[in-house]
């Protein structure tokens, strides 16, 4: 069965820190571009950071440059998130998605994803 599991969320308070992770099973993830996005309360959902796991090329909304971070660790078949400075705007649910890619890209990621996380909880507050 193929799907994707995210892990990792859970309560932090303004500032602080917190590391997804998204683990493939059932395929492999060389072929794919990894995008997390999230979808707070009442909002549309709206994509984070996008990885090409050919290459390890990674692209970031501007809401989050600077403060999250993307990174395979392929023989884990797995991609992680690493989010810092955290803010209260970055509470949402976080869904972690995969596109097949031909031609390895970061920008690959968008609305039609081939495969999606049933997504982890993230809340800042104090």
């Known amino acids: 069965q193929l799907q994707l599991v995210e892990s990792g969320g859970g309560l932090v308070q303004p500032g602080g820190s917190l590391r997804l992770s998204c683990a493939a099973s059932g395929f492999t993830l060389d072929r794919y571009a990894i995008g997390w996005f999230r979808q707070a309360p009442g909002k549309e959902r709206e994509g984070v950071s996008c990885?090409?796991?050919?290459?390890?090329?990674?692209n970031y909304a501007d809401s989050v440059k600077g403060r999250f971070t993307m990174s395979r660790e392929n023989d884990k078949n797995t991609v992680a998130l690493q989010m810092n400075s955290l803010k209260p705007e970055d509470t949402a649910v976080y869904y972690c998605a995969a596109v097949r890619t031909i031609i390895p890209s970061p920008f690959a990621c968008g609305r039609v994803m081939d495969y999606w996380g049933k997504g982890t909880l993230v809340t800042v507050s104090s």
């Open positions: 990885i090409s796991i050919k290459n390890g090329r990674t």
